[in-house]
């Protein structure tokens, strides 16, 4: 710290015991600080309570190993809805070794609220006799842990950031922001709405070195209107993390009015999500020009009033209103954009559905899955079974998978058919991949085209106790070239239904 201006919180005033309320004593060294032109803000260790303290320009929080500081429980002293606030500001920090702590509480009881987007599961529930009881943040439970809103050059790191009231860190419409080797945790059973880092309407954003463990989604990319007109989320970089969530563990999330694009994201390691990697466009914005690779996937299911269905990958562009009656579809924007997407070097684990949804107004453009390993496992004593294909694309131009194989883990669900189920896609590209129908199936078809238009099939192979390895039907089927395949083990290669045209299926 030599040549560095120092405040130290104590010599303002805090004491260093919880029970004591440091929030003047936090505020004045933090204006002392940013009067003098800057510097550090320092935490000794200690344990120290506090509703909003405002950062400052040129202001570097260093919270020391040993130091705690939490989130009061007195609601009406937060003048703004975080414990750490700034906006219009420059050049802060937030690091250490320390904890911010929010001191989430969460009360059960049951559900009263009508939530369309969770009302399958909810009825899914009903049925099996489970009672509707979920969690609901406590009357005292106030607020995000960081809020920065139109600020420049945020570094976040090393820190602690447990049982956040409500999303952890909301960083709106802010510009060059790093945060590193961070710990993010909430409770994975009880923590609705308590994310871990959300990122709206922010540019040129690099998130490395976290593990983040979340309630409800661990990492989510916005382009929402919180605090101001929708911007672009864009510019991202995310490397090095370890992701847990009881919804989404990775969400570009439906919230998406502007766009969220040029998002870079690698070597990672998803682990008991409810959902693995989604990409949702549900309110008009557009998602283009993002590149996964190097990642591993491992879902469960959560409890019933969660998104999410223990599925690895997640594609829905869809209308609002589509989903919520209450949502007026003349006031609603036209279905948004997901196009320029590439999911490569995969390896997948989970038992619910992987979805691949485009709009049919809207389809998907060019998705590329490349080097992807998918097993479909199962959980005999759960209530809700929704697995049935493993992967279902539809609506969809210039479509690619490459070296994709689909495997069915044991037990096997009566429920499950195919593995690949493609719906009204023009522009397909099947190459080297290898599956076969489930073993408890033996009717069905590994991989089903159902209306697909210019579809090019090659080099795949068919597994072991394959019974017809390509189904074609649909009237829309046409220009299917299937050439260059090893069907040795299935007992059909391509089976093709009376309403396709004799001429829609050749081999070359």
């Known amino acids: 710290m030599a040549g560095i201006a120092v405040y130290n919180v104590r010599d303002y005033g805090a004491s260093g015991i919880k029970a004591d309320n440091a929030r003047a004593a ?16 320092y935490f000794p260790p200690g344990e120290y309570t506090s509703t909003t303290v405002h950062l400052r320009s040129r202001v570097r929080v260093y919270i020391e190993a040993g130091a705690t500081v939490y989130s009061s429980k007195d609601r009406a002293g937060f003048d703004k809805y975080a414990l750490f606030y700034a906006e219009d500001a420059q050049n802060i920090t937030l690091e250490g070794r320390g904890t911010v702590h929010g001191q989430a509480e969460y009360e059960w009881r049951l559900h009263d609220i009508h939530d369309w987007y969770i009302y399958p599961n909810q009825l899914l529930a009903k049925k099996a006799g489970i009672p509707l009881m979920r969690s609901f943040p406590a009357a005292n439970t106030y607020g995000n842990l960081v809020l920065f809103i139109h ?21 709106f419409g802010c510009d060059r922001v790093v945060i590193d080797a961070v710990y993010v945790s909430t409770s994975l059973k009880a923590g609705v709405w ?5 990122p709206d309407g922010c540019r040129d954003v690099r998130i490395s070195n976290c593990t983040i463990e979340t309630g409800d989604d661990a990492l989510v990319f916005y382009s929402g209107h919180s605090y101001g007109p929708a911007r672009p989320c864009e510019n991202i ?11 989404s563990a990775l969400k570009f999330c439906d919230d998406n009015e502007n766009a969220i694009r040029n998002v870079a994201i690698e070597n990672c390691v998803i682990t008991g999500s409810n959902r693995g990697i989604a ?37 829905n562009c869809i209308q609002r209103g589509e989903i919520d009656p209450n949502v007026a579809k003349t006031q609603q924007p036209p279905a948004g954009v997901i196009r320029n997407v590439l999911l490569r070097n995969v390896i997948a684990r989970g038992t619910g559905p992987n979805r691949i949804h485009g709009h049919i107004d809207s389809p998907l453009q060019n998705i590329t899955l490349e080097n992807i390993r998918l097993e479909v496992t199962t959980e005999p004593d759960t209530y809700a079974q929704k697995c049935v294909n493993a992967i279902t694309v539809d ?21 499950w058919r195919s593995a690949l ?15 076969r129908q489930s073993p408890n199936s033996p009717d069905a078809a590994a991989i089903v085209f159902n209306g697909v ?10 597994q072991a106790g394959t019974a017809h390895f390509l189904s074609v039907t649909g009237i829309g089927a046409h220009d299917i070239v299937f050439r260059a395949n090893d069907t040795r083990e299935a007992r059909v290669p391509v089976q093709v239904s009376g309403e396709v045209s004799h001429d829609a299926v050749r081999e070359a």
């Open 26 to 41: 936090i505020q004045a060294a933090i204006d002392a600080c940013a009067a003098a032109g800057g510097g550090m803000v």
């Open 151 to 171: 600020c420049q050059d945020v570094h976040i790191s090393g820190l602690s950031f447990i049982d956040s009231p409500t999303w952890t860190m909301h960083i």
């Open 194 to 198: 308590a994310d871990g880092i959300d």
């Open 237 to 247: 970089t995310v490397t090095n993390c370890r992701l847990s969530s009881a919804s």
């Open 279 to 315: 990409f949702m466009v549900f309110d008009g914005g557009i998602l283009e020009n993002v590149v996964i690779s190097n990642v591993t996937v491992e879902c469960r299911p959560f409890d019933w009033f969660w998104w999410g269905d223990g599925d690895p990958i997640h594609f």
């Open 395 to 415: 609506n969809a131009l210039n479509f690619r998978m490459k070296d994709v194989e689909v495997v069915w883990d044991t037990p096997h669900s009566d429920r």
């Open 421 to 435: 189920v493609i719906e009204n896609v023009k522009g397909l590209t099947l190459d080297g991949v290898s599956a």
């Open 453 to 462: 238009d210019g579809a090019l099939v090659q080099h795949c192979r068919a």
